[in-house]
T-cell receptor
């Protein structure tokens, strides 16, 4: 079965310093992986996705993630944090259902990013 | 602009009462999903629907019911059988199977038992 682990529940960085949010996955298949961001009391917004093309994926707002099959990781990074990046971030792996031919998402438990002035 | 509209934004339920959360999309997406979000637990799938008049149970369907009579609409009813309904509920949709497209999410409904 597919699973995803976000290694840190909370991360604090100073404004202007790099951001690293860690995600490891477990998959029996070639996975599709996603990062979503959620601001308080809002829905989730897609940041970026990996779907077996380039292993370095660039997303919105300066975020990027690198798919490393040997390490089963898909960490999210940003060179310089901005105050507006403070939010909760979810790593997601797709879970194919062979019986129905459909796909479901498996969500990580989230990492809350705090940006200090 | 296309998107997903969830209503109401806040909902209060009395003990033993059924309540219905609305989810409407104008994206022409085939598949729609309901998730429940609790602090520290990520999102858990309640129900999903790939096509009109068809839906499947997710991981935590007990105490919930859905219908999919129109492509645009996927309402969720929280029944009195759901013993701990206080949570943030998110509706999502996607085109195709969702594998490569990602989901579009609504802005959520916060349900509180009073």
């Amino acid at each position: 079965a597919q699973s995803v682990t976000q290694l840190d529940s909370h991360v604090s960085v100073s404004e202007g310093t790099p951001v690293l949010l860690r995600c490891n996955y477990s998959s029996s298949y070639s996975p599709s992986l996603f990062w979503y961001v959620q601001h308080p009391n809002k829905g989730l917004q897609l940041l970026l996705k990996y779907t077996s093309a380039a292993t370095l994926v660039k997303g919105i707002n300066g975020f990027e993630a690198e798919f490393k099959k040997s390490e089963t990781s898909f960490h999210l990074t940003k060179p310089s944090a901005h105050m507006s990046d403070a939010a909760e971030y979810f790593c997601v792996v797709s879970d194919p259902s062979r019986s129905s031919g459909t796909y479901k998402y498996i969500f990580g438990t989230g990492t809350r990013l705090k940006v200090l002035a | 602009d296309g998107g997903i509209t969830q209503s109401p934004k806040y909902l209060f339920r009395k003990e033993g009462q059924n309540v219905t959360l609305s989810c409407e999309q104008n994206l022409n997406h085939d598949a729609m999903y309901w998730y429940r979000q609790d602090p520290g637990q990520g999102l858990r799938l309640i129900y999903y629907s790939q096509i009109v008049n068809d839906f499947q149970k997710g991981d935590i369907a007990e105490g919930y019911s859905v219908s999919r009579e129109k492509k645009e609409s996927f309402p969720l009813t929280v029944t009195s059988a759901q013993k701990n309904p206080t949570a943030f509920y998110l509706c999502a949709s996607t085109t195709g199977t969702g594998l490569n497209y990602g989901y579009t999410f609504g802005s959520g409904t916060r349900l509180t038992v009073v």
